[in-house]
């Protein structure tokens, strides 16, 4: 699902590349919050979402966000500029000629707010039922947990709500409150920024796999937060190290897998214990070219030395393609003169190649070195 907001200025660009990228996504249980609310939070029913956004010069002029589930549904409707308070659990303005109407239907109660700016600021008109109601503080509860499950769904409030999380619970505040996300889209665009902005301990960046790991069913979004994480540090710690490549293997698909394991590779430094995990990663892949690529970048980065090489030929026996087992002992050959066991597994490789031409090229490779 997509969710768009109209928001100030300066944060419209973000928002908009929101709105493009957030895919539907199953329904997922949004707990209740805190007594911040009054409300259940509607759990989404994945076939009845709808959102549709028209913009213009970067500015979001309308936006229309639907979603429902059993026995509630929810209804926005805005146009114009709307800006929220700083931890977007009020609405503070709607532009001149602007205009926001929500409803919300939960059971038998059906509740509805209409906003549009006056001479004297903005108007709110609020009912229950039909029945027109104060704008008290119950009323303000229940636009506030609306905020935040929208928020939860989409993330649309990151810019608001990030900062005044992190200000009063540091990076604990916002590890919680993915938690609490209702889709792997939301979740991961607190995290990445949690990694991305935020200097963090060993413990919080092995919590942040941890979430991603028993939480994310997306690997694209599991491979885009785990890629932002190696960017960020060493993997060096055994336990991180550990619950990183277990985060990797729960990934299904070898293109997104392999995108993390190049990743680690395209570091400047990196262990040799962390080198070796992810070659043997590499191993449980279905797909022969991106077992491939894994290995390839194993070599290109020097990570591996010569008594590393080992893995690296236990793991590209696995290729059932003549080609992509080819190109890698090819590599392999061009790195190392191999001697003794690694030399013994080499040809034991090469003998698996069914192609007369491929597997000329690999021996060849290896009668080369012994004119070195």
Known sequence: MIVALVVPRFAAASLAAF????????AEAIGRSSAQRERVACKRDGHSVENSHTQRNNDLIRWRARWSGEDCSIDLLATGEVKFNADFTDIISVSNGGTLDITDVDGNTTRRLRMRPDGRGMSRTYSVNGREQPWDDSAQRWLAGLLIDLDRISAAGVDYRFPTLYAAGG????????EKMGGDYARGVY??????TQRLTDAEYQRVVDVASRLMSSDYEMSRLLRSVAEHTSLDNEAMRNSYIMAVGRMSSDYERSRVLQTIFAKTTISHDLARAAVKAAGSFNSDYERSRVLLAAIESKALAIDDVIPVLETVTQTRSDYEKARVLLAVAERWTLSGDARKLYLRAADTIRSDYENRRVLSALVRQEAR
């Open 171 to 178: 990076a604990r505040a916002i590890l919680d409150e993915s």
């Open 191 to 196: 995290l990445r920024r949690l990694v991305d």
């Open 19 to 26: 709105l493009l990228a957030y895919p539907a996504q199953t």
